[in-house]
């Protein structure tokens, strides 16, 4: 039997090949599905993280400057109370009353240690890393608070003010150094879309420990009412109490800081620094090892007997052209190297790859701001800020005025201690709810909508009116009405804190680069410091020019020439709503 050869079905094979494909097709589509909802899964869980870090970096930053701003406030309430317990037997106008530089010591205490810690705790934040400083900055805060708490008269030597003020003094350091270090946190943690309003918010607290300062006094003062009316010395007790409780916020926050992991900003910054070092150690090495490669090549054994004897700097300087002649960044083969030794080429490669690293590293602090264009920035952010702390704490000292005509006053010499304390404190606290409360949520809803800049402008420009009012027509409107003056001091709470005192915050913590940012801040920080000490101790010391108060409506006037120069000095600052830190500083370019 013969049988055929049996044909191949061209049809059934090409279906064949085509199944699969296809089969291979829906595996390909499939891992990509799997791939594509990997990728997704992972940038949830990168936001969710990203999140969870800005809330928390929110979190522990208010709770700072909480901590902080009570600290600060609380140490108007304490001297008032203090003049009970050690001036109680004073005659005359001043029975229950500090002196006045015994009070001045204690009120700039705080401020003096906060532009030293803004100083020096802002260039630690660059060098050290913002989260380590920052714990450090809250173990000196609350060492030094439960110091302060416990200060005494020597039995020679310093009496309790002098001992006062030198803790104070430490404390003031701590909580300088959370101005620059939690702007600079929150910032770098935050997107471009909500950056103003975290590090907003964060100020805002500052708002929030104001009163809490006052809420305390009277709680503490509450407990020991029976005990004073008996006992004033029993204040003793109240002071001390109200100044311990400023350690108990950072106390609390402490784990957080201590655990808190630095930006990915910083960490890259970081990085960088490693890398410049790292390919500057073996460039060093080279540059030490060639007299000695010199010399081995100038040997008589080295040279031909015909060889003329080369003076050794003029082969240094052939050997410094080789090493020096390369080309722009690029491959480590773009060397223009001449020589055979493979370790010298190995060596002057390294040095290659080095090369734009060792570029971006040459410019410092100093050459920075060497140029107009930067330096205009950073004096203008520390121009407003000094500028806005004179006037904030300056108009300050109307509050006395304004309780007075609330009716939260009394008479410190012959009222009951307990009554003037407490009704003081509640007159503080009816001030900040009246204005600058209301001033710190507006800023924070609308400075991503408005913008810095918008903001600050409109801020000084009402404070230089507001002011010039109040200045040059302050004895005609107490005398034709209490309320049209009270009117005028809230609104002028309200555009410091809707305005200035909040944006000068914000803005050195997104204006300067990474490298730089904490130092900057620093000084923007520490120059409003320095008007907070103009404020309280020069132009305290003047205000009774011509008998009790009669120099204030001349000092309002100088507060708005002070701001009219913040006004024109926001003009040097770019804005910065709805950029990246990148995009405002230019290291996306680097």
């Not at 450090?136 to 006062?164: E, H």
């Not at 150690?281 to 030490?288: K, N, R």
């Not at 008589?300 to 052939?318: F, G, I, K, W």
């Not at 309002?556 to 910065?576: D, K, N, Q």
């Amino acid at each position: 039997m013969v049988f055929g050869r049996r044909k191949a079905n061209p049809d059934a094979a090409f279906a064949g090949a085509e199944g699969t494909t296809k089969d291979m097709q829906t595996v390909e589509d499939i891992d990509l599905e799997l791939m594509q909802r990997q990728q997704e899964l992972d940038a949830m869980n990168k936001e969710s993280t990203t999140n969870w870090e800005m809330i928390r970096s929110f979190l522990v930053c208010g709770a700072a400057f909480f901590a902080d701003a009570y600290l600060m406030f609380i140490s108007n309430v304490i001297v008032m109370i203090m003049g009970y317990v050690y001036y109680h037997d004073a005659a005359g106008e001043g029975k229950n009353v500090v002196p006045t530089k015994w009070s001045t010591l204690v009120k700039v205490a705080v401020q003096t240690g906060c532009l030293l810690g803004q100083l020096i705790l802002g260039r630690l934040g660059d060098k050290f890393g913002r989260t380590g400083v920052f714990a450090m900055g809250a173990i000196l805060v609350i060492i030094s608070t439960v110091g302060a708490s416990f200060s005494n008269d020597a039995v020679r030597g310093f009496n309790v003010f002098v001992f006062l003020f030198i803790w104070l003094v430490l404390v003031g350091i701590g909580v300088g150094g959370d101005y620059p270090l939690a702007a600079t946190i929150t910032s770098e943690y935050a997107n471009e879309r909500t950056r103003g309003k975290m590090m907003a918010a964060v100020f805002a607290c500052q708002g929030l420990g104001n009163v809490s300062a006052s809420i305390v006094a009277i709680v503490v003062l509450a407990c020991f009412k029976s005990a004073i009316e008996n006992d004033v010395y029993t204040l003793d007790y109240v002071w001390r109490i109200c100044l311990g409780f400023g350690a108990i916020p950072g106390a609390v926050s402490l784990y957080w800081r201590l655990t808190m992991p630095e930006s990915s900003r910083f960490q890259e910054e970081a990085k960088r620094r490693l890398l410049v070092a790292a390919a500057q150690e073996p460039e060093t090495e080279s540059l030490l090892a060639k007299p000695a490669l010199i010399a081995a090549d100038d040997t008589p054994a080295a040279r031909t007997p015909d060889e003329p004897v080369a003076s050794t700097s003029s082969l240094q300087m052939n050997k410094m052209d080789e090493v020096y002649e390369m080309q722009p960044v690029g491959s480590i083969e773009t060397c223009s190297m001449h020589g055979d030794n493979a370790e010298e080429n190995a060596v002057q490669a390294t040095k290659a790859a080095a090369q734009p690293v060792r570029q971006k590293r040459q410019e410092t602090f100093r050459q920075y701001f060497s140029q107009w264009k930067n330096l205009k920035v950073l004096l203008g952010t520390s121009i407003a800020w000094f500028a806005v702390d004179v006037a904030f704490y300056g108009i300050n000292l109307n509050s006395s005025v304004v309780i007075s005509a609330i009716g939260f006053s009394g008479d410190v010499q012959n009222d009951d201690p307990y009554r003037v304390l407490s009704r003081n404190c509640l007159g503080n606290i009816i001030i900040n709810l009246l204005g600058s409360i209301p001033g710190y949520i507006c800023t924070v809803f609308t400075i991503e909508r408005l913008g810095r800049k918008p903001i600050q402008l409109l801020g000084f420009a009402a404070l230089t009116a507001l002011y010039i009012v109040i200045g040059f027509a302050y004895h005609k409107i107490l005398d034709a009405s209490n309320v049209g003056f009270i009117v005028l001091f809230t609104l002028a709470q309200f555009f410091q804190n809707f305005g200035p005192n909040v944006t000068c915050f914000v803005w050195p913590g997104e204006v300067f680069p990474t490298r730089f940012r904490s130092t900057a801040h620093g000084i923007s920080a520490a120059s409003g410091k320095l008007g907070a000490i103009v404020a309280q101790a020069g132009l305290m010391s003047i205000k009774d020019r011509g008998g009790p108060n009669a120099f204030i409506p001349h000092l309002i006037e100088i507060f708005a020439l002070f701001t009219l120069i913040g006004f024109f000095v926001t003009f040097w600052i770019p804005e910065t709503r709805g950029k990246t830190l990148e995009e405002i500083t230019g290291e996306s370019d680097d």
